[in-house]
Every structure is written in structure tokens, then in C-alpha cells.
């Protein structure tokens, strides 16, 4: 009895005193090492020598071409990627360095240090086997997808019908579907009301081309009457200041001999200037 006493103390001693020992070392910042508490050492350095009773951890800096990324206590920096083609970011002391692939290119594993080169025909895809080494294969597109690339994905189909309007052409594995307006009546309605406008705006042209010519035209008949109007002479027979007739000789401005028979015509002319003067 005394003696499974002493065992079960003995025991929760030790449990405590682990407990406590184990509450003194913080697994973030330190590391056990022969029951003491060294420090881990900081991204990008790595462990040359543990610590002692009287020194501390003793971190190196990683050396060029090797990396950090965290808080530990290794003894040794991991080594850099070898990006095969592309470097996304170069490697430095605390982060290791990123690839990636020209275009047409898939990556060979995880890193994407490798690459290769895969296509696939019109209506395939390529699919991807492996967690950290990588393999691929061309599938056939599944249905209701299409693929019109050698190296694109699969894509779905437009749904037609899903936008008011029905297909035209409803796709293949190789060409997406073609959707055209909802029925003929709406197409129908659609060119009425595109050549209902066209005959607006010709009408309204039309109606201002014939304002502008009746307005032009009217303009230009007061000048055209202005111009060919004639000119009316009016020739007044010559009288003489009583009114009375002048002589065929006065009239026409010519001399005529006197006859004998116009000697009568003479006495009786001038009777007549006689009474002119009376």
C-alpha cells in the first residue's frame, strides 16, 4: 500500500514538474534542447549551434541560393526553385523563389519548375492528374460545352432561351450556340418601326427641300418682271400754240414747192391761221 503510494506521488512529481518545464518553453519562440529553453531562430537565418547554459542559439544567415521562410530551429536553409522558364520572383533569404510557364505551356509539378508543351484538338480540354508531379490528357469536352481552342478550357454554351431570344444555331463541341430574336413577329415589328423612321425623316426632308425652292422662286419673279418689262414711246403729232394743226411741210420738217394747185390750199390756210390769231 505505502509502496503504490509513493509510485502515484512520484508520478504526479514528475507530471507537474513536465507540466511546468514545458510551460516555461513557448513553442513560438523556443525549442527544447537537453531540458533547456533555446531560442528559434528568425526567417532567413538557420541554426549553426544550439544554445547552452550560458550562450544563446547561435543563427546564421542562409547562405545565397537557399531560404527561411519561417521561425524554426533547422539546421540548415532550404535551397532555391530553378524556375525552368519563367521566374514570377526571384529568391531571397526569407521567401523561395516563384515560376511560372510561357503561354502554351502547363506546369509539370507543383512549383511549376518544369514545363511542358500540350494542345489539344477543337472540342477537347486538357485534364490534369498528380498532386506534386503532374501528367496530362486531352478529354472531350462534356455536354452542353464547347471548346473552339487548341489550348482553352471547355466553356459552356450561351443559353438562348434564358435570354428571351431562341437559338439559331444551338452549338457543338466546337463552336458556342447562335441566338437570334425571340420569333418573327418581333422581327417583323422591328423593321416596320426601322422603316417608319426612314420615311419620317425623307418626308420631313423632302417637305423642306420644296419650302426652301417654292421660297427661292418666288424671290427671283419680282426681278425677272423688273427686267423684261418694255418701254412705251409715245410720238405726239407737233401742234401749234393754238391748238391747231401744223402743215404737212412743218410736221415733217421738209420744204415743198408751192403749185398751182396748192395755191387754193394756201389761201385757205391761212384763213385758217388767221382765225388761229383772232
Request: glycine residues 6%.
Amino acid at each position: 500500500m505505502d509502496t503504490q503510494y509513493v509510485l502515484l506521488t512520484c508520478l504526479l512529481y514528475f507530471g507537474i514538474m513536465g507540466l511546468a518545464f514545458a510551460s516555461l518553453c513557448n513553442e513560438t519562440v523556443f525549442y527544447e534542447k537537453e531540458k533547456k529553453c533555446c531560442k528559434l531562430c528568425p526567417r532567413g537565418k538557420f541554426v549553426k549551434n544550439d544554445c547552452t547554459a550560458d550562450l544563446e542559439t547561435d543563427c546564421r544567415d542562409c547562405p545565397e541560393n537557399s531560404f527561411s521562410d519561417s521561425i524554426d530551429r533547422l539546421k540548415e536553409c532550404s535551397p532555391c526553385h530553378e524556375c525552368q522558364q519563367v521566374f514570377t520572383s526571384k529568391c531571397n533569404q526569407t521567401a523561395n523563389a516563384k515560376c511560372s510557364c510561357h503561354p502554351g505551356f502547363l506546369c509539370s509539378n507543383l512549383d511549376c519548375t518544369k514545363c511542358e508543351q500540350k494542345k489539344c484538338s477543337k472540342g477537347e480540354e486538357v485534364k490534369r492528374t498528380g498532386s506534386i508531379e503532374y501528367t496530362y490528357k486531352c478529354v472531350v469536352c462534356p455536354n452542353n460545352t464547347y471548346s473552339d481552342t487548341e489550348e482553352g478550357p471547355c466553356k459552356p454554351l450561351t443559353r438562348c432561351e434564358a435570354s428571351g431570344y431562341v437559338p439559331i444555331f444551338p452549338g457543338n463541341k466546337t463552336h458556342n450556340a447562335q441566338c437570334g430574336l425571340h420569333d418573327k413577329k418581333e422581327k417583323l415589328d422591328a423593321i416596320k418601326l426601322i422603316m417608319a423612321i426612314g420615311f419620317f425623316f425623307f418626308g420631313f426632308s423632302l417637305l423642306m427641300f420644296l419650302t426652301c425652292a417654292c421660297f427661292w422662286i418666288s424671290k427671283q419673279k419680282p426681278k425677272a418682271r423688273a427686267t423684261n418689262s418694255p418701254t412705251i414711246s409715245v410720238s405726239v403729232a407737233p401742234q401749234d400754240v393754238c391748238g391747231c394743226p401744223l402743215s404737212k411741210e412743218e410736221s415733217v420738217g421738209q420744204h415743198i414747192q408751192p403749185t398751182e394747185s396748192d395755191n387754193y390750199s394756201n389761201q385757205s390756210l391761212l384763213s385758217t391761221e388767221s382765225n388761229c390769231f383772232v
